[in-house]
């Protein structure tokens, strides 16, 4: 398996109401599976999503990827592990205003790897494939909302990670661009790496492996 989830719980405060957004889940996932996330709103999606990225430290459990417990690695380690292994997607395009589009795409690699000219012919490629190649010295602020969510998914791919995950990922997309990105999604899955994909659209569990549906921070009895 690639990844090994544990009690995986995660505790906040709302003023003075505890809220638990993940509750003592498990689960496991195999390298090369496209996995589908569903549930309504306040159902803990985005925040598993969110540990599993590295970025959202659980209040209790573990998580394991590639055989690394992540949650023991220091803040810079779990860094350069997410940047190495890890694409993610989150809902809002998170684009750096300063920085141009193919600037923003480079940045998992520019932060601790050496950009090579096999790198910029990847990320020219996948410009190409999600048709956004001839706004790459735009600035997010010149793009639409469809346009600055295909630049993030470009810059999830730029590392070929062995894991992506992708929160809403087509949310903002018309029906082309919504199937120029679940087919390449597909095509990475055929080639090995494994898809955690948040979605609310019923058409696209189609596309999915296995469908889990989480309720009150739980997966459903017999879904995991």
Avoid: W
Avoid at 10 to 15: D, L, S
Avoid at 88 to 110: C, D, G, K, W
Avoid at 126 to 134: C, H, P, V
Avoid at 202 to 223: A, F, T, V
């Amino acid at each position: 398996m690639l990844i090994e989830i544990n009690n995986l719980t995660r505790k906040y405060t709302r003023g003075q109401k505890e809220i638990i957004a993940v509750n003592d889940l498990d689960l496991t996932v195999d390298k090369g599976e496209f996995i589908i996330i569903k549930g309504e709103s306040g159902s803990g999606k985005s925040t598993l999503l969110s540990m599993l990225a590295g970025l959202l430290r659980p209040t209790e459990g573990t998580v394991h990827i590639c055989g690394k417990n992540i949650y023991e690695l220091s803040d810079k380690q779990l860094s350069v592990f997410r940047n190495r292994h890890i694409g993610y997607i989150p809902q809002a395009h998170e684009l750096l205003s300063e920085l141009t589009v193919y600037e923003n795409t480079l940045l998992p690699y520019r932060l601790y790897e050496k950009i090579s000219d096999e790198i910029h012919e990847r990320l020219g490629e996948i410009l190409d494939r999600f048709g956004i190649s001839e706004l790459k010295n735009s600035y997010p602020s010149d793009l639409s909302g469809g346009e600055r969510k295909r630049a993030a998914i470009a810059r999830a791919l730029v590392n070929a990670p062995e894991v992506l995950l992708a929160d809403e990922p087509t949310s903002d997309l018309d029906q082309k661009n919504t199937i120029s990105v679940l087919d390449a999604f597909t095509n990475i899955v055929k080639a090995g790496t494994t898809v955690i994909m948040i979605t609310h659209e019923d058409h696209i569990s189609s596309y999915g492996d296995r469908i889990i549906e989480l309720e009150n921070g739980k997966i459903k009895k017999g879904e995991a």
